[in-house]
């Protein structure tokens, strides 16, 4: 199992996931739960599929490159009714999942992370004739036709979809996102009618009202399945950075994305696995543009994108990063970013922990009149902002993640009975990802900063001068950009 790391307080819905993995085989599971407008026979096929794949990355293990790609092409899903067996019946989602608690191998139990490791493999490659037909259907010809030069072998692949590499007829290089025929029905079928994929959530968290977390992961998985939605989340983002001297958003091409097929710009640049080769200094530059982008989105545009999966980004020398893949991003409103700052300021700036525990009373994160003391509560909750709590150096370490993940999931501890009462409001569920994940990632990173200057640079109710380099050259840029009072020092 890869040491990639999620995220998340929306993995909570993941451990439910992994348990009723634990609980079940996984051919019974693909079997019984197709929806009514699914038959038998394309549940058996999907049973049969799965397993034929995994056996087919095994044998590659110790294959040569030339029977490595064979196998890849034999396997190949060629045809819609090779996804939804592939891909229906929950699986896509399950995978979906699987892949937002990717990282969760720290700090916990062995059976929990090789249930997770069932969830997190990549979907079956689509053929490149299959890929095709879904772009003639929505952009009404055929790739070869509509770009000037077409790959039909993918350079990625995921839960719901594949990118291959194209020229457009005006000369731009572009990644176009393809999505599995059939699948969006099925798993967004799967998703609004099937409570099994998140039942076991009730079953593992008795005290947590586990509603509000089904329900939004629920709507935010439906939107994933959305290129249109995506397109648009990305062209919001690339407006507001264009010009950022280290932060980049590819451009939509909009002419040739629709709801199934998403065409972008190609940026070509570093894996996260490379950047860890990379010596300390740039180490810390990606974690600070990391840092930025992550924060101060959630501060300044008022929407976090929700997916920090270290596939979604292509590094590049002195702290530059290109973000990919907006499906799943959070739109915060008004009363959200105040309860947001309200929080950090009673916990950080000023530490009243009687104000913050009015502050997540009035969330509904805790039951007002509950018998825990404030310390304990302060205790608790001060994990989620020790990197901020002080003006000092911090370095983030693989034990300071797994760390994070036991203050999630294990219920023994002072702390046990107070996580077992703790709800997670809708607003919580997508925005806590970066508690466990982007800390993982500066983990592996062993990356060094004093964030709290940082982060004072992001805070408006701070809305402090630069603090690093990075800063300075960021400042600089605002002032020249014409950028919208209110949206600086990201």
Request: charged residues 25%; glycine residues 8%; proline residues 4%.
């Amino acid at each position: 199992m890869s040491r990639r790391r999620n995220l998340v307080l929306a993995a909570l819905g993941v451990g439910g996931a992994a348990w009723w993995l634990r609980q079940s085989d996984t051919d019974d599971i693909v079997g019984s739960m197709g929806t009514a407008g699914r038959n038998a026979t394309v549940a058996r096929m999907g049973a049969r599929t799965g397993g034929r794949w995994a056996v087919t990355q095994a044998r590659k293990t110790f294959a040569s490159a030339e029977r490595r790609e064979a196998l890849d092409a034999e396997f190949e899903l060629k045809t819609t009714e090779d996804v939804v067996a592939s891909l229906g019946n929950l699986k896509g989602a399950m995978m979906k999942l699987g892949q937002m608690a990717s990282y969760l191998d720290l700090g916990l139990p062995e059976n929990v992370r090789l249930s997770l490791a069932q969830l997190q493999s990549d979907a079956p490659p689509m053929s490149g004739d299959l890929a095709a037909t879904v772009i003639e259907q929505e952009l009404g010809s055929h790739p070869d036709t509509l770009f000037a030069e077409w790959d039909p072998v993918p350079i990625a692949s995921a839960s719901i979809g594949q990118v291959h590499r194209a020229m457009t007829s005006d000369g731009r290089a572009v990644a176009v996102k393809v999505q599995y025929p059939g699948v969006a029905e099925a798993i967004g079928s799967d998703l609004r009618t099937n409570d099994a994929l998140f039942s076991a959530l009730r079953l593992m968290f008795p005290g947590i009202d586990t509603s509000t977390i089904t329900e939004e992961l629920r709507e935010r998985l439906t939107e994933e399945l959305d290129y249109e939605l995506e397109a648009k989340n990305q062209r919001y983002f690339a407006g507001h950075f264009e010009g950022h001297p280290f932060i980049n958003v590819p451009r939509v091409v909009d002419e040739l994305s629709t709801s199934r097929v998403l065409t972008s710009e190609l940026v070509v640049g570093a894996t996260f696995a490379e950047v860890l080769e990379w010596d300390q200094d740039e180490k810390n530059k990606a974690a600070e543009t990391l840092f930025r982008f992550s924060f101060g989105s959630i501060y300044r545009l008022a929407a976090f994108n929700g997916d920090p999966h270290p596939g979604n980004y292509i590094f590049h020398p002195g702290g530059r990063i290109t973000f990919l893949d907006f499906g799943l991003v959070k739109h915060f409103s008004e009363d959200d970013t105040k309860l947001f700052e309200s929080l950090i300021v009673n916990m950080v700036v000023e530490r009243d922990i009687g104000a913050f525990r009015r502050d997540i009373e009035d969330a509904g994160l805790l039951q007002r009149n509950s018998r825990f003391s404030d310390e304990l509560i302060g205790e608790y909750f001060s994990y989620f902002y020790d990197f901020v709590m002080e003006d000092r150096d911090f370095t983030f370490t693989d034990e300071y993640s797994a760390e994070g993940v036991r203050q999630i999931f294990e219920t023994g501890g002072d702390h046990g009975e107070l996580k077992k009462v703790l709800n997670v409001p809708p607003s919580f569920v997508v925005l806590q990802r970066i508690n466990l994940g982007l800390i993982a990632l500066f983990g592996q990173l062993e990356s060094t900063a004093n964030w709290r200057r940082i982060a004072e640079e992001l805070w408006p109710f701070v809305n402090a001068g630069p603090s690093t380099p990075m800063g300075e050259a960021i400042a600089e840029w605002s002032a020249t950009s014409g950028l919208r009072s209110g949206h600086e020092g990201l």
